[in-house]
């Protein structure tokens, strides 16, 4: 079963208390959606086919049955929430793949194909000009 994690970028430096906090929040949002499990990323991931990724501060670790509406619901709440809490950014990732939305991400069919993306083959690495080498997604309002 396919996982994504979704780290979040605080625009400013934060103590790690306040970083945790701001994980809870996005997670318990995220708990809202039918089908999804959120927990903490406490760990490396491990297991056949998946790529080990480095565990950091105010990471979540999402996974269940992915449609294209959990998928327009995720990118809905990951784009109000780093609104809300004035976020950088929140990467959404599948092993080297990665997502960037921002609270002034607009919800699109490209980015949700670009998250949907994240769900499809094994994760190696990304075609080059794509928003998983870092780039932004969507378009700045």
Same mark, same amino acid.
Not at 13 to 18: D, G
Not at 83 to 96: E, L, P, Q, W, Y
């Given at each position: &079963? +396919?996982?994504?994690?979704? =780290?979040?970028?605080?625009?400013a430096?934060?103590? /790690?208390?306040?970083i945790d ?17 959120? /927990?903490?990323?406490? /760990? ?5 086919? $998946? !790529? ?6 105010? &990471?979540?670790?999402?996974?269940? =049955?992915? !449609?294209? +509406? +959990?998928?327009?619901a995720?990118?809905q *709440? ?7 809490? $004035? #976020?950088?950014? *929140? ?10 939305? +921002?609270?002034?991400?607009? *919800?699109?069919?490209?980015?949700l194909?670009?998250?949907?993306? =994240? =769900?499809?083959?094994? !994760? ?7 928003? #998983? ?9």
């Open positions: &079963m +396919t996982e994504l994690s979704l =780290l979040i970028e605080p625009a430096p934060l103590p /790690a208390e306040r906090g701001l994980a809870a929040g996005l997670a318990d949002d995220l708990r809202a959606v039918r089908g999804l499990r959120v /927990a903490y990323a406490q /760990a490396p991931a491990a297991g056949p086919g $998946k !790529s080990a990724q480095a565990w950091e501060l105010g &990471m979540l670790v999402v996974g269940g =049955l992915f !449609s294209a +509406t +959990t998928m327009g995720l990118a *709440i990951v784009v109000a929430y780093a609104d809300r809490v $004035k #976020a950088r950014s *929140i990467r959404v990732r599948n092993g080297d793949r990665e997502v960037v939305v +921002t609270g002034d991400t607009r *919800i699109d069919p490209a980015v194909d670009r998250l949907t993306q =994240l =769900l499809g083959a094994p !994760s190696g690495p990304a075609p080059s000009g794509s928003p #998983a080498d870092g780039g932004s997604t969507g378009a700045r309002s």
